[in-house]
């Protein structure tokens, strides 16, 4: 095809879960098939790149100050959902089982690829808790060796935090088997998480 | 999410192969994990929206007056593969079978959807024809009640040029079983072809 056709296949074949082929595929629709949807997308892309930012609060996308959640007065803002990303945020909401609010670090302590405290999103986090503005933390971060050093590094930074650090009460999220999958097919680490999280059944 | 990221997200669950999961991973992709790719892809865009346009003399995609394939001297120039769509013709040269040029119609003849020859880029084929530049015609179409139709069209149309149109070669592209598809798993119409389009095989 032409030097600018594939400039435009290469650009969409960088994006998640976009091969070469749907690049192809997605360049030829926009291009031949429905020329019309190729400015409609443009449009799109430069609105959402101009309007959405980090909520100033939790880190999470926004459009004004706050995001949806933070500006949600149905949620207990007193409970406070740690996670790593953004898409972690959404998966939980796609749940609809949490009524708290949350925090987004961008990222998760790896002292071998250089990321330290000041790289994540903990400053906000800390105000937020000398506030007085957190009950409750619950840590919804990996099992791994990244996502246990972040917990850590939170419990530790609570502890020294006096008072307002001390009060607030502290969990993770569980581990163990998935939903409908069965133990012949999970892993050793998910077996051993699902063990040690066993709960009383009586 | 905030209204532009939902806006953003209809805009790429309207692309081929890309649905409501793949768009939202794709808009987290371009808003938070990598916004530097926003633009790059928004310029991908704007640059192939500018420059690629329809090859002048056979409408498959092209930057100058030609595309690649009709501006490739080695290509040969008398021979023309009739195709459907530009994938199409994107499909026969990664074949790589292919030597000769080809001629997109973008479309086919379809009475109860209103589409006759004036809606094709039928005129352009027969200048070709009547130049006395075409030394033969392979017609890809498909093989349902709409590509029948088309080709029955584009010989009728041969046989009513005189001798520019008499001279010219016609064929169809061969149908039966997929390489690498067995009986068993043929349909029925596939087998009818199958079967009509046996070879001597002695």
Redesign the interface.
């Known amino acids: 095809?032409?030097?600018?056709?594939e400039?435009?296949q290469?650009?969409?074949k960088?994006?998640?879960?976009?091969g070469y082929r749907?690049a192809?595929?997605?360049?030829?629709?926009?291009?031949?098939?429905?020329?019309g949807?190729?400015?409609?997308?443009?449009?799109?892309?430069?609105?959402?790149?101009r309007?959405?930012r980090r909520c100033a609060r939790c880190g999470n996308?926004?459009?004004g100050e706050l995001?949806?959640v933070c500006a949600d007065a149905r949620r207990d803002q007193g409970v406070v959902c740690v996670v790593e990303?953004?898409?972690d945020l959404?998966a939980m909401e796609r749940s609809g089982a949490y009524k708290g609010v949350y925090h987004v670090l961008?990222g998760r302590l790896s002292p071998i690829n250089g990321v330290g405290p000041d790289d994540l999103n903990w400053g906000a986090l800390r105000g937020r808790i000398e506030d007085g503005e957190v009950r409750e933390l619950i840590l919804a971060l990996g099992n791994d060796v990244e996502g246990e050093a972040t917990c850590h590094f939170i419990t530790q930074q609570l502890a020294s935090e006096g008072t307002a650090g001390a009060a607030v009460k502290v969990s993770r999220i569980g581990f163990g088997l998935p939903s409908g999958g069965g133990v012949l097919y999970a892993d050793a680490v998910t077996l051993r998480s699902a063990l040690e999280g066993r709960r009383d059944y009586s």
């Open positions: 095809m032409t030097p600018a056709f400039k435009l290469q650009a969409l960088r994006l998640p879960g976009v749907s192809e595929r997605i360049a030829l629709h926009l291009l031949v098939e429905k020329p949807r190729l400015p409609e997308l443009v449009a799109a892309l430069e609105e959402a790149a309007i959405v996308l926004a459009e995001c949806a990303h953004t898409p959404v961008h």
